[in-house]
Structures are given as structure tokens and as C-alpha cells.
Antibody, heavy 121, light 107 residues
Framework: EVQLLDSGGGLVQPGGSLRLSCAAS????????MSWVRRAPGKGLEWVSG????????YYADAVKGRFTISRDNFKNTLFLQMNSLRAEDTAVYYC??????????????WGQGTLVTVSS | DIHMTQSPSSLSASVGDRVTITCRSS??????LAWFQQKPGKAPKSLIY???SLQSGVPSKFNGSGSGTHFSLTISSLQPEDFATYYC?????????FGQGTKLEIK
């Protein structure tokens, strides 16, 4: 059974940092690209960042480029999102999502349960 | 970036009804279009990929169609568990982009 377990969210002050994790199980991790998607309060879904199965290519939304870094540990089957210089507008529930294949440009077929990030003083 | 526009933004319907949600992309995306359902406090659930293919385990009451720039999601025989917010999303190129969502409410 495919499982994605998001963790690492919490309350952080503006300008602070946080590292999210997504522990994957039940499938061959390297065979799938992965993404982070967020939903801010009262708003819709927003894609944040994606990474290919090998970890060789990463992509970012303009809103987070230069502040967030996506990475993956293919030995530990874990996806990460390092978030620096956090702003109030980064407040959201963050979900990891599995893409169908390893190269990216694919649909999401499984989602984590989400982890809440609150940026506030 | 490719802009995705859904209509309507909200929709009221009754149990047993059939409803259609439309999604338009600002550029042609072939069939690289997915649909998701999200309920309050829950993770999104994948329904449709490649514009018209059902994700595993999704009932056939959900039907997707379209290609190019115009797409639609039709839900037949609405049941109480179908009332949720629905999103379309393009994945033809990064950054992936979502529609603003359609909230389906019970009349």
C-alpha cells in the first residue's frame, strides 16, 4: 500500500526556517518524481516545487524560488522541503504528492495527509 | 505560466443530480489535465488524469473530457460524499498550475 507521511510543520516567525519531510513507503521511491503542493487558508491549491526520481532536476514556483529547496534521500525513501526566509504568505497546509513516473511532467496519483506551517510573530 | 480557469466557482445541487464543471487553460495543454477532489481538512484525492482516465479505485460516475484548452468534469448521480471542492490542474510544463476550485454544495 502506497503511503506518504508528511511531517515537520509548525509555528515559525517571519524570516525563520523550517524543514518538511515526507516519508514514503509501499512503492519504489526512485521510480517516481515527487512534488510539494500547498493550500493557504481560504485559498486554492498551489504547486510549490517538484523533483525528479533521481533527484537530478528540481523545479520551483516563482513565489518560493531562492527561498525553498526541495531534495530527496532515495536510500531513506524521504522527500524534503527546506524552507528559509519564511513569510506570512507561506502559511498553508503543505502536501507531498507522488507523480506517476520518474521524469516529471506527470499527474499526481497519491498524496500525503499534509502538515500545517504557520508563519507568524 | 499557464493559467487555469474553472467555472463555476460554486455550484449548488441536489442528491441524485448530474453536474458539470468546466476548466479552461490559457495555452493548449493537449490532454495533460487532472482533476482532484478535496474535502475540508483532508488531503486532495486524485480523480482523473490525462483529461479522461480514471485513477484506480475512482467510480465511473466521474467522467472527464476535453483536449487542448477546454475540459470538463461531469459527476453523475450525486451522493452526499460527493459534495466537496474540485480542482483542475495542468501538468504539461512547470510550474504546474491549478484552477481556483469549484465548491459543490448541497442545495
Amino acid at each position: 500500500e502506497v503511503q506518504l507521511l508528511d511531517s515537520g510543520g509548525g509555528l515559525v516567525q517571519p524570516g525563520g526556517s523550517l524543514r518538511l519531510s515526507c516519508a514514503a513507503s509501499g512503492f519504489t521511491f526512485t521510480s517516481h518524481a515527487m512534488s510539494w503542493v500547498r493550500r493557504a487558508p481560504g485559498k486554492g491549491l498551489e504547486w510549490v516545487s517538484g523533483i525528479t526520481g533521481s533527484g537530478g532536476s528540481a523545479y520551483y514556483a516563482d513565489a518560493v524560488k531562492g527561498r525553498f529547496t526541495i531534495s530527496r534521500d532515495n536510500f531513506k525513501n524521504t522527500l524534503f522541503l527546506q524552507m528559509n526566509s519564511l513569510r506570512a504568505e507561506d502559511t498553508a497546509v503543505y502536501y507531498c504528492a507522488r507523480e506517476r513516473y520518474s521524469s516529471g511532467w506527470d499527474d499526481f496519483d497519491y498524496w500525503g495527509q499534509g502538515t500545517l506551517v504557520t508563519v507568524s510573530s | 505560466d499557464i493559467h487555469m480557469t474553472q467555472s463555476p466557482s460554486s455550484l449548488s445541487a441536489s442528491v441524485g443530480d448530474r453536474v458539470t464543471i468546466t476548466c479552461r487553460s490559457s495555452q493548449a495543454i493537449s490532454n495533460y489535465l487532472a482533476w482532484f477532489q478535496q474535502k475540508p481538512g483532508k488531503a486532495p484525492k486524485s480523480l482523473i488524469y490525462a483529461a479522461s482516465s480514471l485513477q484506480s479505485g475512482v467510480p465511473s460516475k466521474f467522467n472527464g473530457s476535453g483536449s487542448g484548452t477546454h475540459f470538463s468534469l461531469t459527476i453523475s448521480s450525486l451522493q452526499p460524499e460527493d459534495f466537496a471542492t474540485y480542482y483542475c490542474q495542468q501538468y504539461t510544463r512547470y510550474p504546474y498550475t491549478f484552477g481556483q476550485g469549484t465548491k459543490l454544495e448541497i442545495k
